[in-house]
């Protein structure tokens, strides 16, 4: 008898344990719950990434759970470590929705987006974001299962070539971008993006994704007299490097990125030469105080230390869940993937407490929203220099 008491009683710490790691109160481990599944890179070359999308994932759910949950729901979060790795990725997916009833999952990679879609459709049980914005992903007839929670790739270009058509009508345009999927992704349908705004696409330079020496396409470049230059493809090299020598040459361009080059602290590496350096932006950063924003303020509450553009995206993509399961629970459905997914396409006007300076209608996969911010290298801030654009 000793022996199944201590039994039962250790079963039960390691429950309450549990309970407690995912956000929950132990008294609610049992009730009815939402689980957030996530292939999160927290080791690897995407961990600078992946250690923010972790923390703002996790953070919304404790937010939600201690105001109560979700129409009588818990939410529980499960994450295992992908090392940005497919394989590992997928193996993470497989435990996970093995163990757990999982309503929605968040994934590390447009490859891995693309390898788990058929695992998806034939679970029919829950639907994914992730760390991609790849164009390709905004296909719902593909992709029936998937969102992003902002825009895709050729989106991004859009967003950039509307703030420039409106800033330089007929502007001369140069594409640099890196020799790999991602940077090839909005590449071809943004020339047409461009023509359609009556900007010109000077010139396309492609390199290795670790160029170092960039003196033969900076040669090139300085040839095509572009107006602006939009880099893809690259997290911050070689862009400086294109920066640095531009600069030695006089070359007037502006130099321009996409998400992953923009996180504050990523641009600020470049110091001195990150100076008037311009982006698109599909999220407020964290410290921007130009319009109410009360989630923001909820965030920097909780965290008063910087906090990147992914923790950003995780915590978007977490209350995008939340308020889908809402919305399904609310109208007396079961959660399955048609029905979440419907739930999120019926999101319009939508008010993200100033993660996004407009309310959010989300289209098609996708939430077609941007802003360009600029370096700001003495306030080491980036700075709004739009307004936001929305796409249609």
């Known amino acids: 008898m000793r022996r199944t008491v201590l039994k039962s009683l250790l079963a039960t710490a390691v429950m309450a344990a549990t309970a407690t790691m995912a956000g929950l109160p132990a008294a609610y ?9 996530g292939s999160i890179p927290m080791s690897g070359v ?16 404790r937010m939600v759970n201690d105001a109560g949950g979700v129409e009588g729901y818990r939410l529980r979060y499960v994450p295992e470590d992908s090392a940005y790795a497919v394989d590992q990725s997928v193996a993470a997916f497989k ?7 999982v309503n929605f999952y968040y994934g590390d990679s447009t490859a891995f987006s693309k390898t788990i879609n058929p695992e998806l459709e034939r679970a029919g049980s829950m639907i994914m974001s992730g760390a991609s914005f790849a164009t390709e992903l905004n296909d719902p007839e593909k992709f029936p299962f998937q969102f992003i929670a902002g825009p895709d790739y050729t989106q991004q270009f859009g967003i950039l070539l509307r703030y420039i058509a409106d800033e330089k009508p007929g502007a001369r345009v140069a594409f640099v971008y890196s020799d790999t999927e991602f940077g090839r992704d909005p590449i071809a349908s943004s020339r047409e993006v461009a023509q359609s705004l009556g900007l010109e696409v000077a010139i396309e330079i492609m390199t290795p994704p670790g160029a170092v020496d960039v003196s033969t396409e900076m040669a090139r470049l300085r040839r095509a007299r572009a107006d602006y230059t939009i880099f893809h493809g690259y997290i911050l090299g070689p862009i400086p490097e294109f920066i640095s020598q531009a600069r030695q040459l006089r070359l007037d361009t502006q130099f321009m990125g996409t998400f992953w080059t923009m996180d504050n602290s990523t641009v600020m590496q470049m110091g001195e030469l990150a100076d008037g350096f311009m982006g698109v932006m599909p999220y407020s ?32 993509s977490a209350m995008l869940y939340a308020e889908t399961a809402r919305r399904t629970i609310a109208a007396g459905q079961e959660m399955t993937a048609v029905n979440l997914k419907t739930a999120l396409n019926s999101i319009e006007n939508f008010d993200t407490g100033g993660l996004i300076g407009v ?4 289209s098609g996969n996708t939430i077609p929203v941007g802003r360009i911010y600029r370096a700001d290298i003495q306030a080491k801030r980036m700075v709004p220099a739009s307004d936001w654009i929305v796409l249609e």
């Not at 481990?29 to 599944?37: L, T």
């Not at 109410?292 to 990147?308: F, G, N, T, V």
């Not at 309310?359 to 989300?362: E, M, R, V």
């Open 29 to 37: 481990a049992a009730d009815k719950e939402i689980v957030i599944g």
């Open 46 to 61: 995407f961990a600078f990434a992946g250690i923010g999308i972790h923390a703002g994932i996790q953070d919304y759910v």
């Open 95 to 101: 435990k996970i929705t093995s163990q757990n009833k």
């Open 285 to 316: 950063y964290y410290y921007d105080d130009s319009t109410s924003a009360p989630m923001l303020d909820k965030i920097r509450e909780m965290r008063p230390e910087y906090q990147s553009v992914p923790y950003i995206q995780g915590f978007l």
């Open 359 to 362: 309310p959010i209608t989300i």
